[in-house]
Nanobody, 122 residues
Framework: QLQLVESGGGLVQPGGSLELSCATSGLALDNYAIAWFRQAPGKEREGVACISSSGDSTFYADSVKGRFTISRDNAKGTMSLQMNNVRPEDTALYYC???????????????WGQGTQVTVSS
């Protein structure tokens, strides 16, 4: 069973930066595609960024393209989401997810973390 724990959320001003981390345990991460999702109050969960098991392929939602960067360290079993030039509309609960099947930004992932809150406000 793969377990995921997010960290790094908090309050950040518009235009600022924040890095989210996701630590995994239980299974070897290099067999899993991973992704970051977010859910704002009253809205559906949406995929933000994803990366293939090897790290060779990444994909971003249009809303974050050019501002967010997803990365992974299979040796350490960790993944990250670097968020730059954040906007108030980036405010949401952010989740990391993983699965042996690469669902891209679809929500079919089997393993999910509990989420970390990001609030963008001045």
């Amino acid at each position: 069973q793969l377990q995921l724990v997010e960290s790094g959320g908090g309050l950040v001003q518009p235009g600022g930066s924040l890095e989210l981390s996701c630590a995994t345990s239980g299974l070897a991460l290099d067999n899993y595609a991973i992704a970051w999702f977010r859910q704002a109050p009253g809205k559906e969960r949406e995929g933000v960024a994803c990366i293939s098991s090897s790290g060779d392929s990444t994909f971003y939602a249009d809303s974050v393209k050019g501002r967010f960067t997803i990365s992974r360290d299979n040796a350490k079993g960790t993944m990250s989401l670097q968020m730059n030039n954040v906007r108030p509309e980036d405010t949401a609960l952010y989740y990391c997810a993983a699965d042996r099947i690469d669902y891209g930004l679809g929500a079919g992932y089997d393993f999910w973390g509990q989420g970390t809150q990001v609030t963008v406000s001045s």
